[in-house]
Each structure stands twice: as structure tokens, then as C-alpha cells.
């Protein structure tokens, strides 16, 4: 097997468990939930139809790949503070996330002031 075959399995088995995470929280009772997230709903600094969300998946290796979210009206130290915090991440691997969401954000607000 191919690094690229590796790789592609690995992000579609990641992916298969991220949508399974979403089924198993999106529903209860066997109707879905409008109910925001503790993840979302912990921060006083976002209003609740305020921004865009953005997400990267992030492979951690034997805890598997994560989806780090957060909102685009954040600050990228806030987005990687709270995704290092929930994964029990240290302060190497909390820059490296950090750096990765600067760059979401950086490209996501370049876009979209171009689309205008």
C-alpha cells in the first residue's frame, strides 16, 4: 500500500467516525436536536448567529484524527486553547494548531472579502 493509499484510507475512516460521532449526537429520542453543543455554548465571547463555522481535521496520531471547529469570528489562540484543552494537547502541539487555525482563518476571511 501506497503513502497515499495509506493516507486516503486513514482521512476516510476518520471521516466514517466523524459522521458516525455527529449521527450518534445530532439525534435523541429519534428526533434531531436543535440544541447547540457544550463546545459551542462554554464561550461568552461568540453570540450564537454570529460568524461562520470552520473546521479542520487534525490527525493526533493514536487518538486518531479530530475535527477541531470553531467559529470564524474567533481568534485562532481561542479555537487551538480550547481544542488542546479537550484533547489534553501541550503547549508544542497547541502552537503547531494554533498556526493551522491562523491559516484556516487567514484564508477564510481572504475569501470571503474576494466573493464580495
Known amino acids: 500500500m501506497t503513502k497515499s493509499e ?6 476516510k475512516s476518520g471521516n466514517e ?3 458516525d460521532r455527529l449521527k450518534r449526537k445530532g439525534h435523541t429520542n429519534g428526533y434531531e436536536s436543535s440544541e447547540s453543543s457544550d463546545e459551542f ?3 461568552s465571547k461568540r453570540s450564537a448567529c454570529s460568524g ?6 487534525i490527525d493526533l496520531g493514536k487518538k486518531g484524527i479530530q ?3 470553531g467559529n470564524s ?3 485562532a489562540a481561542d479555537i487551538s486553547t480550547r481544542f488542546c484543552k479537550q484533547h489534553k ?3 508544542s502541539i497547541k502552537a503547531k494548531v494554533q498556526k493551522m487555525v491562523e491559516e484556516k482563518l487567514s484564508f477564510f476571511h481572504h ?4 466573493k464580495r
Open 111 to 114: 475569501y470571503k472579502i474576494q
Open 52 to 57: 461562520t463555522i470552520i473546521t479542520i481535521n
Open 41 to 43: 455554548s462554554r464561550s
Open 73 to 75: 469570528n474567533e481568534s
Open 17 to 19: 467516525q466523524f459522521v
Open 6 to 11: 495509506y493516507h486516503n484510507k486513514k482521512v
Open 89 to 91: 494537547l501541550g503547549g
Open 67 to 69: 475535527v477541531l471547529s
